[in-house]
């Protein structure tokens, strides 16, 4: 139905940068909000930025004035720019998309949330 994949992850020096991409495919109606999530070691995942399909951003305060969410809704493709990493940022970083589903007739079956299966990032100190 739909697919996200994420792509960018590795590893980096501490104040070092990365890009995530996360593309998404398959039965796209409309592609909706769009957000990046992470989940370090015996943690649960959080929620780290957001954007709307009009490009208005979000971010958690831990990641703000170093991370930039962007998108191409051409592309159905959502970036994360992390800059200044830290040891802390440590974790895999999972790309969740909001989808209005096409159906048959071309119309929208209805809105659903999908994730993709996560990247990983370490940040060395």
């Known amino acids: 139905q739909v697919q996200l994949v994420e792509s960018g992850g590795g590893l980096v020096q501490a104040g070092g940068s990365l890009r995530l991409s996360c593309v998404v495919s398959g039965r796209i109606y409309s592609l909706n909000g769009m957000g990046w999530y992470r989940q370090a070691p015996g943690k649960q995942r959080e929620l780290v930025a957001t954007i709307t399909s009009d490009g208005i951003t979000t971010y958690t305060d831990s990641v703000k004035d170093r991370f930039i969410v962007s998108r191409d809704n051409a592309k159905y493709t959502a970036y994360l720019q992390m800059n200044s990493l830290k040891p802390e940022d440590t974790a895999v970083y999972y790309c969740?998309?909001?989808?209005?589903?096409?159906?048959?007739?071309?119309?929208?079956?209805?809105?659903?949330?999908?994730w993709g299966q996560g990247t990983q990032v370490t940040v060395s100190s």
């Open positions: 969740k998309a909001d989808v209005d589903l096409l159906d048959m007739m071309g119309g929208s079956q209805g809105e659903y949330d999908y």
